[in-house]
């Protein structure tokens, strides 16, 4: 029986791409190539950043100090007025189990995030993951597990990234829910494989002792 269920937020319970992505990255590339951001930077930027963190891929390119201050900058100062949920979210509050919301990125961004989208509420534990160590997910999970003293197979983890959350929960021996929201998304090594909430509340009311 599942006891536990953390959940992603970026492009699991809101598009980030599509409402945040793609005009953010572009004026974070713009303003990059002005200081340095090579054409081969650019590219696999732009590959990656659907579904990891700008911190996890200025570290993996290797990016200057100087290139990655101004695309931190144009990324903590984006506009996030206008961001709403997924429709669906709405059914984490029918769901019986403690939850806990772990994110990564900035903290005053990923915050500022939960609260536009008025979903704060809806969690007991909401931890944002500041370091670029997609590893420091599964020490977050550890201490979760701890904190509920709950089995690896008490606990659910639903996201669409696969090299971090859906790795970590994997590693730990946790249920991991691979969310694809989008077309054509990579699928990665999970449990199970969905495209909304509705679908996590039957897999969830599905397992039972």
Aim: proline share 2%.
């Amino acid at each position: 029986m599942i006891k536990l269920i953390i959940f992603d937020l970026d492009n699991t319970l809101f598009d980030t791409y599509n409402q945040l992505g793609v005009e953010v990255l572009d004026k974070m590339i713009a303003r990059m190539r002005k200081v340095g951001l090579t054409k081969e930077q650019e590219r696999l930027l732009r590959k990656k950043y659907i579904i990891t963190g700008f911190r996890i891929i200025a570290k993996e390119l290797g990016l200057s100090e100087k290139v990655k201050k101004i695309g931190m900058g144009t990324y903590t100062n984006m506009d996030l007025s206008h961001i709403t949920p997924y429709k669906d979210v709405k059914l984490i509050s029918k769901l019986k189990q403690k939850k806990a919301l772990v994110t990564s990125g900035s903290g005053e961004v990923q915050l500022k995030k939960v609260r536009i989208l008025k979903i704060g509420g809806l969690f007991g534990d909401i931890v944002v993951d500041k370091s670029s160590s997609p590893d420091n997910k599964q020490r977050i999970f550890a201490r979760l597990m701890k904190k509920y003293r709950l089995k690896p197979k008490e606990i659910m983890v639903v996201g669409d990234n696969p090299d971090s959350e859906l790795a970590a929960g994997k590693a730990l021996g946790m249920v991991a829910v691979q969310i694809l929201r989008r077309p054509g998304m990579l699928k990665g090594k999970a449990d199970y494989y969905v495209k909304g909430l509705d679908e996590v509340k039957k897999i969830v009311e599905s397992m039972v002792d």
